[in-house]
């Protein structure tokens, strides 16, 4: 069946309109005839970036194909879409991503790969001006044979293994439902965990307080391997249709003990059969097996810096730079299914709407950086962007309902990272786990190594617990009233030159300060920082966002830090984020393609298209009486000084609001003091916005105070502590903990009387 609307074709059959060879013969054709900038129809660009043992992959991209069909030109310099037949494509028949990190750059180039035109808003002035970029330690790939110099080979790791790491990283404290192993695959509706819902939600169940999503870290570990080939390892082409253009990211290698022409059976990027390097893979804290692959200690440099590249070169992706998203714009006519976003341009200041007929994708990061110790980056980063946009879309549609967690779910969880450098009127730097998974010791300012006290695992022990325990030492010298730091980490025992070659960022950051430090001959000054948001805007597995009651944001996904799907539960293990932002990203880049390759197929095609048309009408309709779109050029507008001064200055108190109430370790007393402030700040926000005339500062102090109070009244309602949520309760101000205690605690395993004697050491410093 093929219909035809508007001039445009749907593909409706579940049959080949070609067989699967003559496809891909036609898609090899043009590449080797090296046709630049035509882009050769759906099924042909289907085919060849999914593997063709999927009998769905020459037709599942069907709904993409109403904008495929589809020349790039580029005589004018800027890309200009247009239909085979010359028609000049609209400029909202596109998805629109608000993000340029990993996330929203895997959803780009999977949705573009199918065939629909992409529109890339980053807030900063260039496109690596994300959380990804300062990316240190590096990406999970995969679970991997080793070959052993007799020829047999020794399973190293497995899917299942990492999903029992990510189980126990979350605070989580069931067993696992499913216990067998599989083999990396997509994950899709047929592995899901006794779905009662069918909502694609997953699995998500509880236990103190923490709700982890199985299927989540399932999806993750056995598609991880393939999302990090099609979008970090290409171009590659292994004659079954598997293709990725233009992104190699330069992993380090390592030298395998034997080199053979089979080697490269678990497609550790052998580059030859002579080659006898492989991909190195390093480990870190928490990880069962060495899974992690990274470049040098800035993974995310190397990782942002392709895949921007990969996806500007893209004919059907286009980016724009200091664009911040100030709010989505819902029909009224249709339940609000979302159709754009405004838009306010930095060097204009003006607020324009943007329109996207194939939705909006969230992929704008979390929000760590609203407080007052962060390792994100300055700028217009991780300011709760997501949650604040996705909280003002359910506000104004007036769908949220009391007692339910809503479009936002698990604020609690913000995840602080134990160890970055703490300076004095410097920002926050991270020092990676790495450093411990290589053997840093934490010490205190007399040199007594303290890690053990709290943990028998010491340095490694899971993330939110060494972050308390720096947190108790640091306060300890401010109870003392000394002046001095009283957490250090300590890497002199290791060599010098090693040092120097496996930290190089590290090293070169230290050692370009105005008084420059050597980490190889003294011990570094560390303070707990936030650095992850576990929970943020409800996603199920594809990335399409639920509101109050479950019902889904029609046109609205979400992918990346921003999501909350439930993988993380309360606490994320380490190195699991970037590979999160390239699975769920390319996830929501193949539904709005309309690859969907269960029973249901048909259906969801149908309801997508649907949507797409519903999504055309209302757009078009408000064109018709705006008589604008957000390409329109105009003047600048000027802007209130003093009033964006006061937006920065509110973004200081609020994050250190944030820090004191609603940081490391809190009480119920401290987030109820937070959450009123916060409520307060809001308002002071909303009232600046008002009148700051498209300041960006305003926007982003808007957004910080909305995401904010979201973050302390979801802290506040939950009183159990688990994963990074950490409530002390007043009435354990401790007795005083005596020296065995402190001594002694290591000795033992530390199930739940050893949670206590945790809980006694942190509240004889903190409260
Ligand atoms: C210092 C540091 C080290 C880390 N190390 C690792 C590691 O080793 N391994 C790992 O897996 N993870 C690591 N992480 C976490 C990981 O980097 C992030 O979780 C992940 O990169 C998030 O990717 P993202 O695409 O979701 O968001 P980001 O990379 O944060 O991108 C967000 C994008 O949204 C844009 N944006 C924000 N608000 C708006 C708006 N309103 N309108 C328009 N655009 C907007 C920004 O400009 C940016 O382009 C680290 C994080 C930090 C900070």
């Known amino acids: 069946t093929l219909l035809v609307k508007r001039g445009r074709a749907f593909h409706l059959s579940d049959k080949p309109v070609k067989s699967d060879s003559e496809l891909y013969n036609e898609a090899k054709r043009s590449v080797r005839s090296k046709q630049k900038g035509v882009f050769f129809g759906t099924s042909a660009a289907t085919y060849l970036s999914r593997s063709s043992s999927r009998s769905l992959s020459t037709t599942a991209a069907a709904v993409a194909s109403s904008s495929s069909l589809l020349q790039s030109s580029s005589s004018s310099g800027k890309k200009s879409l247009r239909l085979a037949s010359g028609e000049r494509c609209a400029p909202h028949e596109r998805l629109l991503v608000l993000g340029s990190g990993v996330a929203g750059c895997a959803a780009a180039l999977t949705a573009a790969r199918h065939g629909v035109p992409v529109t890339v808003l980053h807030a900063g002035s260039v496109k690596e001006d994300c959380n990804s970029y300062w990316a240190q330690g590096g990406v999970i790939y995969r679970n991997y044979r080793l070959k052993e110099k007799d020829g047999s080979e020794k399973l190293v790791d497995t899917p299942l293994s990492l999903v029992n790491d990510i189980r126990i990283a979350s605070g989580y404290r069931g067993a696992l439902q499913r216990n067998t192993p599989l083999e990396e695959c997509h994950y899709d509706a047929s592995l899901l965990l006794n779905d009662p819902t069918s909502s694609k939600m997953g699995q998500i169940c509880s236990t103190a ?89 800035c993974t995310g440099r190397a990782i942002t810096e392709s895949i921007t590249r990969a996806a500007a070169a893209h004919p059907l992706i286009e980016f724009r730079g200091d664009s911040i998203a100030t709010d989505l714009i819902s029909d009224e006519h249709s339940d609000g299914m979302v159709i754009g976003a405004k838009v306010l341009d930095k060097n204009t200041n003006k607020i324009e709407a943007a329109y996207a007929v194939h939705g909006v994708v969230l992929a704008s990061g979390g929000l760590g950086g609203i407080y007052e110790h962060s390792t994100n980056p300055g700028g217009f980063n991780a300011l709760g962007s997501s949650v604040a946009l996705a909280l003002r879309l359910e506000e104004r549609l007036n769908s949220s309902l009391p007692g339910e967690s809503g479009i936002t779910s698990d604020l609690e969880y913000v995840q602080f990272h134990p160890t970055s450098l703490c300076l004095p009127n410097e920002a926050r730097f991270l020092l990676t786990e790495a450093l411990r998974g290589e053997g840093a010791i934490l010490r205190d300012a007399s040199g007594r190594a303290f890690a053990s006290d709290y943990h028998p695992s010491a340095e490694l022990a899971p993330r939110d617990i060494v972050a308390r325990a720096v947190f108790t030492e640091s306060q300890k010298a401010a109870a003392d009233g000394s002046d001095g730091h009283n957490a250090f980490l300590d890497m002199t025992h290791r060599d010098a030159s090693w040092l120097r070659d496996r930290f190089p960022t590290i090293h070169s950051h230290l050692s370009s300060r105005d008084s420059p430090m050597d980490f190889t001959k003294e011990k570094i000054p560390v303070i707990p920082a936030a650095h992850y948001t576990c929970g943020g805007v409800t996603s199920d597995l594809s990335g399409r966002v639920h509101g109050s009651g479950g019902q889904v944001h029609r046109n609205l996904y979400v992918a990346g830090e921003a999501a909350r799907t439930g993988l993380h539960g309360g606490n994320r293990l380490a190195s699991t984020s970037l590979l999160e932002g390239l699975v769920f990203g390319s996830s929501v880049g193949e539904l709005v393609a309309g690859v969907v390759s269960d029973d249901d197929a048909m259906e969801k095609r149908e309801e997508l298209i649907q949507t797409m048309e519903g999504a055309r009408y209302a757009i078009e309709r408000r064109l018709a009486v705006e008589e604008q779109s957000y390409t329109s050029d105009g003047d600048a507008r000027p802007v209130d000084e003093k009033v964006g001064d006061e937006a920065s200055a509110l973004l200081a108190r609020l994050k250190s609001v944030m820090w004191d109430g609603v940081g490391v370790v809190r009480t119920p007393s401290g987030l109820a003091d937070a959450s009123s402030e916060l409520a307060a700040m809001k308002d002071e926000a909303e009232f600046i916005w008002d009148r700051a005339g498209g300041d960006w500062r305003a926007a982003a102090v808007r957004d910080a105070a909305r995401s904010g109070l979201a973050v302390a009244e979801a802290a506040s309602a939950n009183d159990v502590s688990g994963g990074a949520h950490y409530v002390l309760h007043e009435e354990v101000r401790s007795e005083p903990v005596s020296d065995a205690a402190l001594v002694g605690a290591a000795g033992g395993g530390f199930g739940s009387e050893d949670d206590e004697e945790e809980e006694a050491l942190v509240a004889a410093v903190v409260l």
Not at 252 to 270: H, I, S
């Open 209 to 297: 307080g923490v709700n982890w999503n199985e299927d989540a870290a399932w999806k993750l570990a056995l598609e991880g391997p393939t999302r990090v080939r099609q979008l970090l390892l290409g171009p590659q082409d292994d004659g079954a249709g598997h293709t990725s253009t233009g992104c190699v990211v330069p992993f380090d290698r390592t030298t395998l003990p034997t080199a053979g022409p089979d080697d490269d059976n678990d497609g550790m990027g052998k580059e030859s059969p002579e080659d006898n390097t492989v991909l190195s893979l390093c480990l870190e804290a928490s990880h069962a097996a060495p899974r992690i692959i990274h470049h040098a200690d």
